[in-house]
Structure formats: C-alpha cells, structure tokens
Nanobody, 115 residues
Framework: QVQLVESGGGLVQPGGSLRLSCAAS????????MGWYRQAPGKQRELVAR???????NYADSVKGRFTISREDAKNTVYLQMNSLRPEDPAVYYCTAALGALSSWGQGTQVTVSS
C-alpha cells in the first residue's frame, strides 16, 4: 500500500522560507515521478513542481526561482524548498507519486504566510 506523508508546513512571515518533506513507503521510490501540488481555499488544485525519476525538475511559473524540488532516493523522500514566500503561496501542499497512469496522494500539509 502506497503511503505518502508530508511534513514541514507551518506559519511563516512573507519573505520567509519553509522546507516541506514527503516520505514515501510501499513503492519502489526511485522509479516514481514525484510532485508537489497545492490547493488554496476556493481554488483548484494546481501543480507546483515535479521531478522525474531521473531528477529532471519543472515548476509552475508562479514559483520559478523561489521553490526548489529535490529527491533523495536513499531515503524515499522528496523535498520542496520554498523561499521568498508570498501572500499568494498559502495553501495545503500535497505530495504525489506517479508511475504511468497510477498516482497516489498524501494527506497534505498546511502552509500559511502571514505577518
């Protein structure tokens, strides 16, 4: 059974940083493409960043240059380093694992940006 557990969310001031982590179990992590999505209240869930099994990353335009996705296959973990957080970044952030047509989701972690 696939399990994705996110951590690292919280409250941060505008301009601050957070690092989200997602620990995966029940999968051969190294062959999965991993991603982070977010959903703010009243808005659709949107892709933030994803990283292929080979380590190629891509980002939503809104976070380019501020967020960095990375993976550590030895620890079955994917990270999202978020810098220069803005008032428009607060949301529940979800981790995903995808292989072909299959995908799994974590429960999400809340990120709040407020002074």
């Amino acid at each position: 059974q696939v399990q994705l557990v996110e951590s690292g969310g919280g409250l941060v001031q505008p301009g601050g940083s957070l690092r989200l982590s997602c620990a995966a179990s029940g999968i051969i992590f190294s062959i999965y493409h991993m991603g982070w999505y977010r959903q703010a209240p009243g808005k659709q869930r949107e892709l933030v960043a994803r990283i292929t099994s080979g380590g190629t990353a891509n980002y939503a335009d809104s976070v380019k240059g501020r967020f960095t996705i990375s993976r550590e296959d030895a620890k079955n973990t994917v990270y999202l380093q978020m810098n220069s957080l803005r008032p428009e970044d607060p949301a529940v952030y979800y981790c995903t694992a995808a292989l072909g047509a299959l995908s799994s989701w974590g429960q999400g972690t809340q990120v709040t940006v407020s002074s």
